[in-house]
């Protein structure tokens, strides 16, 4: 199957420091890539969609001056946490079709797990 | 508000039977349905998906659409204490480039 990287795979950092959180798609070119978070014991949910060369797409609820993404190159996109507080602490996973036409055959990167101290 | 709803279990199974994971979805016009592996403190894995109505079976693994009662399975036959883990259905949003998922069910082979 396709390899989707993600770095690092775990973070901790002060209240109020940013964290930039990379996804890669290392044998295959991604146009969309979408960021999820999970907290513990709970479903997976959907921050924004990341498409090469143009904004992203926040799902509502999602600030998206505190989750800055930006994608690009069609196999890297980044999410960058900004003045991170104790309540962003969580697992933060990339995902990333192999083929446009099927969104949901999606290769997820291992996850970054994100503690904010 | 689109949803995927998926009973959350612990689903307890002996090894070696057959485990039945249920899911309904609200939006009619999703046409794709997936199914992840999810095991604890690791992130997704596909593995199934089905387009069609009816049965598209991969090794252990079964899948069942019927997209007039908008249900989805997944039966796990030989169930191997492997298969321990959080199941999670989705179906693609079809008014938006993106898929849903829903909440998972918890699955525990026992021994």
């Known amino acids: 199957g396709a390899v989707v990287s993600q770095h690092p795979s775990w973070v901790i950092c002060k209240s109020g420091t940013s964290v930039k959180i990379e996804c890669r798609s290392l044998?295959?070119?991604?146009?969309?890539m979408f960021w999820y978070r999970q907290f513990p014991k709970q479903s997976l949910m959907l921050m924004a969609t990341?498409?090469?060369?143009?904004?992203?797409?926040?799902e509502q609820g999602v600030e998206k001056d505190k989750f800055l993404i930006n994608h690009a190159s069609l196999t890297l996109s980044t999410l960058t946490v900004t003045s991170a507080h104790p309540e962003d602490s969580s697992f933060y996973i990339c995902?990333?079709?192999?083929?446009?036409?099927?969104?949901?055959?999606?290769?997820f990167g291992p996850g970054t797990r994100l503690t904010v101290l | 508000q689109k949803e995927v709803e998926q009973n959350s279990g612990p689903l307890s199974v002996p090894e070696g039977a057959i485990a039945s994971l249920n899911c309904t979805y609200s939006?009619?016009?999703?046409?794709?349905f997936f199914w992840y592996r999810q095991y604890s403190g690791k992130s997704p894995e596909l593995i199934m998906f089905?387009?069609?109505?009816g049965d598209k079976e991969d090794g252990r693994f079964t899948a069942q659409l019927n997209k007039a009662s908008q249900y989805v399975s997944l039966l796990i036959r030989d169930s191997q204490p492997s298969d321990s883990a959080t199941y999670l259905c989705?179906?693609?949003?079809?008014?938006?480039?993106?898929?849903?998922f829903g909440s998972g069910t918890r699955l525990s082979i026992r021994p």
């Open positions: 995902s990333a079709p192999r083929q446009e036409e099927v969104l949901g055959e999606q290769f």
């Open positions: 044998d295959f070119q991604a146009t969309t």
């Open positions: 990341s498409n090469e060369g143009s904004k992203a797409t926040y």
């Open positions: 939006d009619r016009g999703s046409q794709s």
């Open positions: 089905i387009y069609s109505n």
């Open positions: 989705a179906v693609n949003d079809s008014s938006a480039s993106k898929i849903i």
